[in-house]
């Protein structure tokens, strides 16, 4: 689920202008989704994924709104201090986008949160994507994806972004790249419409999927609204 201004909404390529769904109260359907029992929540706080600046508030919330449902949740982490906030705040896995290909050594991050972290490779046109998408890293997914193991990362989120909200169906070669490239826990995100992606993602090579739209809409065989 992605919060944009107060709001659970999907973004069509992760353009901020390009808003595709309104999912409404981002905190009832945090509750809706837990009653599913998934192995997490995954929320992105979008705002702060563009702006900067932990989402302290927001994780709170969201954390209790899941419980006891474990939160993994992203944007506006720019140094080890906001992860280690967020994980103060109650989530479980931290994802670290923009900072994890900046200044900061990666591996300060592993040392302060370990398997807690989760770094997000957002890939559109070749390059590693941050800021929200917004800026171009000039990495290459396998040049990340090295970066990662390096510092002992052990989980990423690997995005599609121009499949991302579209319901156009996942890049499986952007999964079997990452695959070849990263020995750890690979979950993968952009374009999943049903139960046959998920299948095809993983084998692909993808651990776990990271649905959005197409929970809200209710093409995996279940509404987001349900209670059961």
């Known amino acids: 689920m992605d919060v944009l201004g107060g709001r659970a909404v999907r973004l069509e390529q992760g353009d901020y202008d390009r808003v595709n769904l309104e999912g409404g109260d981002p905190l009832e359907l945090v509750a809706a989704a837990?009653?599913?029992?998934?192995?997490?929540?995954?929320?992105?706080?979008?705002?702060?994924?563009?702006?900067?600046?932990?989402?302290?508030q927001l994780a709170r919330d969201v954390v209790a709104a899941a419980a006891p449902v474990p939160v993994q949740l992203g944007g506006g982490v720019r140094s080890v201090a906001d992860a280690v906030a967020l994980s103060d705040a109650g989530v479980a896995r931290v994802l670290v986008g923009s900072a994890a290909f900046g200044p900061i050594p990666l591996a300060d991050f592993v040392a302060a949160l370990g398997e807690r972290v989760v770094v997000a490779v957002d890939v559109a046109e070749g390059t590693v994507r941050t800021a929200g998408w917004l800026a171009d890293s000039g990495l290459s997914p396998e040049d990340a994806l090295a970066r990662c193991a390096e510092a002992g990362v052990e989980g990423i989120l690997c995005t599609a972004i121009a499949r991302d909200g579209t319901a156009s169906g996942p890049d499986l070669d952007l999964i079997r790249r990452a695959r070849a490239a990263f020995a750890g826990e690979i979950l993968a995100a952009g374009g999943v419409r049903n139960k046959r992606d998920v299948a095809a993602l993983a084998e692909a090579g993808a651990d776990g999927v990271v649905v959005g739209r197409a929970w809200l809409e209710g093409t995996l065989g279940f509404e987001a609204t349900s209670a059961t």
């Open 34 to 56: 837990a009653r599913r029992n998934p192995p997490f929540v995954h929320v992105i706080a979008l705002d702060a994924a563009r702006d900067g600046g932990a989402p302290i």
